[in-house]
T-cell receptor, first 110, second 112 residues
């Protein structure tokens, strides 16, 4: 069983479109995250959710909005996509001793 | 504030060579320290960790020792393999509810 899963794995879209990336964890964790990894592999935390409450927003543009329908899901919705949004986006959930990462979604904005 | 600095890559080694990837940190309080590995096309996986000074984390032949006096957590492996080619991230966490703070990552390429 996959602990943290994301869909889609690849997403290619035009500038100005709105898109969503889904994330699900089956570990029973309370806290989930979204990270952005740029072309230089630098990881930046975007959001974390604890029991459906947003507890961190690291200066991310408000075009990005996390949505958590329940504890096991944290989806990322992006409005008006820009070229600079092209990156790999990782979902993660936090356990007692480590974070578990999803396989990533490679977003390409044309 | 809290931060992690790790050596810039890429690092290219021949198979069976000795590996060191340097990592130093700045933290308020007493952090836990981690090394994560990202294989090509995959997400990050925990490689090893240490939660207090002088602890040594180890896994898959990799080791790192939590050195409080030098604020370091260098990653080492005695004999690397081609399958170790990946990006390695040093990270810290302050407090049980703290978030991970990552270094910029070091890409390792091992040639046969």
């Amino acid at each position: 069983d996959t602990a943290v899963s994301q869909t889609p794995k690849y997403l290619v879209t035009q500038m100005g479109n709105d898109k969503s990336i889904k994330c699900e964890q089956n570990l029973g964790h309370d806290t989930m995250y979204w990270y952005k990894q740029d072309s230089k592999k630098f990881l930046k935390i975007m959001f974390s959710y604890n029991n459906k409450e947003l507890i961190i927003n690291e200066t991310v543009p408000n075009r990005f909005s996390p949505k958590s329908p329940d504890k096991a899901h944290l989806n990322l919705h992006i409005n008006s996509l820009e070229l600079g949004d092209s990156a790999v986006y990782f979902c993660a959930s936090r356990g007692a001793n480590e974070q578990f990462f999803g396989p990533g979604t490679r977003l390409t904005v044309l | 504030g809290n931060s992690v600095t790790q050596m810039e890559g890429p690092v290219t080694l021949s198979e069976e060579a000795f590996l060191t990837i340097n990592c130093t940190y700045t933290a308020t309080g007493y952090p836990s320290l981690f090394w994560y590995v990202q294989y090509p096309g995959e997400g990050l996986q925990l490689l090893l960790k240490a939660t207090k000074a002088d602890d040594k984390g180890s896994n898959k032949g990799f080791e790192a020792t939590y050195r409080k006096e030098t604020t370091s957590f260098h990653l080492e492996k005695g004999s690397v393999q081609v399958s170790d080619s990946a990006v390695y991230f040093c990270a810290l966490k302050v407090g049980s509810q703290g978030n991970l703070i990552f270094g910029k990552g070091t890409k390792l390429s091992v040639k046969p």
